[in-house]
């Protein structure tokens, strides 16, 4: 069974062209946060290579010191080299230069194998003389000490830091083998004409079996681990070794932890009398999750007898509701700077001058293992806070044993009496060794600009006001931001320092050297950053610029950076042609668009300007005080609510002579302004309409044809004093769609844009309705082909009248057939009436076709002025289907 619906003709292209001509007008895209940089500006920067990877790096009084495998190195500010020493490789056979105590554990078991010596510390200390010592993993970790008589001289006085072990020292195990082949940190403090070595000697789980020298002595009976975990030792006053004063300045992990226990000591750091390391480890005694642990000693005492660590992590939270928060956590730390605030900085944490700031580098570890993923976060935290965290909890007794490093995880509470200084470094009495339970946690100070970015490094120094971050990414990218807790920062540097090596964490920071009362300004000094065998140097202010691509992220650039505009680019004043201006105080505006490009005379029409640098102060504020505009010759007035940097709307203030307009706009933004061609006042004519009648149900697809027609922002078609509904529109055609009227009638067409109103030339006339009475035949073959009539009254009302057959089964096809009226009809004919129509459908029957298969020759028989033609076939035939004029001869129906 199909059923019959009436359908305008022109109603199924009218929708489709309306779909397809919508447009957005009035839109400025914003611009990008992270096209501030241009990130693939390169710099030529100075730089040193070495021989092979670089391990360390120390600065003393302008010269550079370099720690690498089997190399010291001593370059001058510029990065030269000075001079050089080789520490290996080494043999037992007396192969390159040895130090330390013999044996054949170091070379793996055979006497004469060769291996590297790779640098496992560098530091300078001052107390005896000025002195720097270095400690390699060839060596058992014995330091050579190399006298600084000569700036830049590294190999001229060299000196073992090994003396024969008298009985007690061999209890002890080896006070000069201070480092560790899986990686170390050491801490130089002097405390009452004392100097001390602090060292942290990492355990790295699966460490045995990988060729690494043993850690623990020759002797079978002792079984003393050859580096301590933790430990504090003294500098002999003959300066040719070390010594414990007891065997309580010194902690190895619990025998059943060695070689299944990771603990990797990050950083480490003086403060006040305090020694400080920081830690990577498993959280406790089942868990296989890691953390970062906070481990504080006091520097005035040979034997770690205040000895404390507390766990430290990072974290993000993004605030949703109202009353939840989704929190991430940032576990292991990567690397970590101890520096003093910039005065800004200062301010807003509240901090006494000269107070000592940790910033830390977090990474989101891997589950189960301290591996880092590309996630990270930056806390930052004073340590006068750290210190009240330590005090807090210690004296609520949130503490226990630390199991790593005694087996046990009993509670071990301290309570210090009211005279003793045993939460600072002075008095005390009873010592005590704590593992605090309660987190320290820090909230990342960047708001997760780093989530996607794994951070290996990081180094902080002021510059004039500010504190300046520096932070170095496992691809190779430095990024420079300004450390702010009362705005938000972006980076002001962000290039590729090396396309193949990760930034490691070992930096440091260099300054030039100046006469005697010659003030130092921070903001001269210079980063020192290691990638691979490559150490470059980098200006603190930041390496240029040129990165700065749009004039107004140059001139919102830190102030010590010194950026200015100059010929369409971001340079220092150095780099700016004489002739050229140089500006750092506004910025050029810059038109990229207009809309809408013309506009009614008299219309109040609103225009939107695109561009980027409207209104620009240097406080990132739009200031529309600064804003004045001028369209095609008129005055057009700033409409503040809706303008901002990049977007700028107004509406004219005054009637424009049409003969006088021109069609440029110009933009006025403080002592600059910009012009571009783009905007035309218009006069909007009407001059006919097509069709001009139809029924007056509606529904009729009028076109009126003109000029100017989509001209300003809005549009509104009436017929009479209803809607016409717009469905598309061009400069010379507006299509719509007519309103219904109670009855036949005769209306005025208006076409109004933005304020002004045109009116059509014609009349649009609402005729009655068509309806349809019958359709006839009510039965078709499954084939087709028949003539299908529709009768009724009132079929001129609509024009292009069309009939469409729609399958009641979903997947059958949709049929549409075009009418036409031919006169004369009166009112009756094959019809339809507009979309509009109330009026029921009807049922057409799909029936089966005649079977010819045995066809015979027909039979004529003449009757008066008519012949009949017999023809026979099998089966039935269905006589309604036959009235659809399905059987012709010569072409010619055959009534049935």
């Known amino acids: 069974m199909k059923n019959i619906c009436l359908l305008d003709a022109a109603h199924i292209v009218i929708i489709l062209w309306a779909l397809c001509s919508s447009e957005v007008r009035g839109q400025c895209d914003e611009p990008a946060e992270n096209s501030k940089l241009n990130l693939s500006v390169t710099y030529n920067l100075p730089s040193f290579e070495a021989d092979s990877a670089i391990q360390n790096l120390v600065t003393f009084e302008g010269t550079v010191y370099v720690g690498a495998v089997n190399r010291i190195y001593a370059l001058s500010e510029n990065l030269t080299k000075l001079s050089e020493y080789w520490t290996g490789p080494v043999s037992e056979g007396g192969v390159g230069r040895r130090c330390g105590p013999s044996s054949q554990d170091r070379a793996g078991g055979k006497p004469n194998a060769v291996v590297d010596s790779n640098n496992m510390a560098l530091l300078v200390e001052r107390y005896y003389d000025d002195e720097l010592f270095s400690c390699s993993s060839a060596d058992a970790g014995v330091c050579r000490r190399h006298v600084l008589e000569k700036t830049g001289n590294v190999d001229e006085e060299v000196n073992c830091m090994y003396s024969p072990k008298t009985d007690e020292e061999g209890r002890q195990g080896c006070p000069d083998c201070v480092t560790s082949p899986l990686g170390s940190r050491v801490l130089n403090m002097v405390s009452g004409g004392v100097v001390r070595f602090f060292v942290g000697n990492s355990e790295i789980t699966g460490s045995a079996g990988t060729g690494t020298p043993s850690r623990m002595t020759s002797d079978p009976q002792a079984q003393q681990p050859q580096h301590h975990t ?59 999750v890691y953390h970062t642990r906070i481990v504080r000693m006091c520097g005035t005492d040979p034997e770690l007898r205040r000895y404390v660590e507390m766990p430290f992590e990072c974290i993000l939270t993004e605030r949703r509701r109202r009353r939840s928060a989704s929190t991430e956590v940032f576990n292991v730390l990567q690397a970590a700077h101890v520096a003093k605030a910039g005065s800004k900085l200062r301010q807003e944490m509240g901090l006494k001058e000269g107070e000592d700031v940790l910033f830390a580098a977090f990474a989101q570890s891997k589950p189960d293992s301290p591996e880092p993923t590309a996630s990270s976060a930056v806390c930052v935290i004073s340590l006068a806070d750290v210190n009240n965290f330590f005090k807090d909890f210690i004296q609520k007794c949130h503490t226990k044993q630390p199991y790593h490093f005694t087996g046990s995880e009993e509670k071990r509470c301290y309570n210090g009496s009211s005279s003793d200084d045993s939460f600072g470094c002075g008095k005390h009495g009873e010592g005590y060794r704590l593992e605090v339970t309660t987190q320290m946690t820090r909230l990342d100070y960047f708001s997760g600009q780093f989530s996607k970015v794994l951070l290996t490094s990081i180094v902080v120094a002021t510059a004039q006001e500010q504190t300046v971050a520096s932070l170095g990414t496992a691809d190779g990218r430095l990024i420079q931001v300004v450390v702010s807790r009362s705005k938000s920062s972006t980076p002001h540097v962000d290039f590729r320092l090396d396309p193949s090596h990760c930034v490691s964490p070992e ?28 150490i470059t140097k980098v200006p603190l202010i930041g390496p240029g610029c040129e990165q700065q691509w749009t004039c107004s992220s140059c001139l919102l650039a830190p102030g010590f950076m010194g950026c200015g505009w100059c010929d369409g680019r971001c340079t220092r004043l150095a780099q700016c042609h004489p002739a050229s201006l140089w500006t750092q105080d506004s910025c050029p505006p810059v038109i990229t668009m207009i809309s809408p490009a013309n506009g009614p005379l008299g219309g109040d029409t609103k225009v939107t300007v695109c561009g980027r640098n409207f209104g620009f102060n240097k406080t990132e504020r739009f200031d529309h005080t600064l804003i004045s505009l001028d369209l095609a010759g008129a005055p057009c007035k700033l409409l503040k609510r809706e303008s901002n940097s990049y977007r700028l709307v107004c509406a004219p203030v005054s009637p424009v002579n049409s003969s006088q307009a021109s069609n440029v706009v110009k933009v006025h933004s403080g002592k600059e302004m910009a012009q571009h061609q783009g905007f035309t006042f218009v006069n909007p004519v009407i001059r006919e309409l097509f069709p001009v009648f139809g029924p007056k149900s509606g529904g009729t697809m009028l076109t009126i044809r003109g000029s100017f027609l989509d001209s300003g922002n809005t549009r509104q078609v009436t017929v009479g004093n209803a809607s016409c509904e717009i469905l598309s529109v061009s400069d010379t055609m507006l299509m719509c769609r007519t309103p219904p009227q109670s009855v036949p009638s005769r209306q005025a067409v208006y076409v109004r844009v933005d304020s002004v109103v045109r009116e059509a030339p014609v009349l649009f006339t609402y005729n009655k309705d068509p309806l349809i009475s019958s359709i006839q035949p009510t039965r078709s073959f499954i084939s087709g082909g028949s003539t299908v009539v529709a009768q009724g009254f009132y079929l001129h009302s609509t024009l292009q009248p069309q009939m469409v057959l729609i399958p009641t089964a979903q997947d059958s096809k949709v049929f549409t057939v075009d009418l036409g009226l031919q006169p004369p009809v009166g009112h009756q004919g094959g019809v339809c009436p507009g979309w509009f129509s109330p009026h029921p459908s009807f049922d057409l029957l799909y029936v089966e076709d005649p079977r010819f298969k045995d066809f015979q020759r027909p039979t004529v028989t003449s009757k008066g002025n008519k012949s009949i033609l017999e023809i026979k076939v099998l089966g039935r035939v269905d006589v309604e289907a036959m009235r659809g004029e399905v059987l012709k001869v010569s072409n010619r129906p055959v009534r049935v």
């Open 507 to 534: 930096v440091a920071l260099l300054f030039p050297q100046h006469p005697i009362g010659t003030p130092q300004r921070s903001q001269d000094g210079s980063l020192l950053l290691v990638t691979g065998n490559k």
């Open 230 to 288: 933790i430990s504090v030792r003294q500098m002999k006053e003959t300066q040719d070794g070390f010594r414990f004063f007891s065997d309580q300045s010194y902690m190895d992990l619990a025998p059943g932890l060695r070689g299944d226990h990771h603990l990797r000591y990050v950083y480490s750091f003086q403060s006040g009398s305090h020694a400080y390391f920081l830690t990577v480890q498993r959280e406790g005694r089942s868990s296989q």
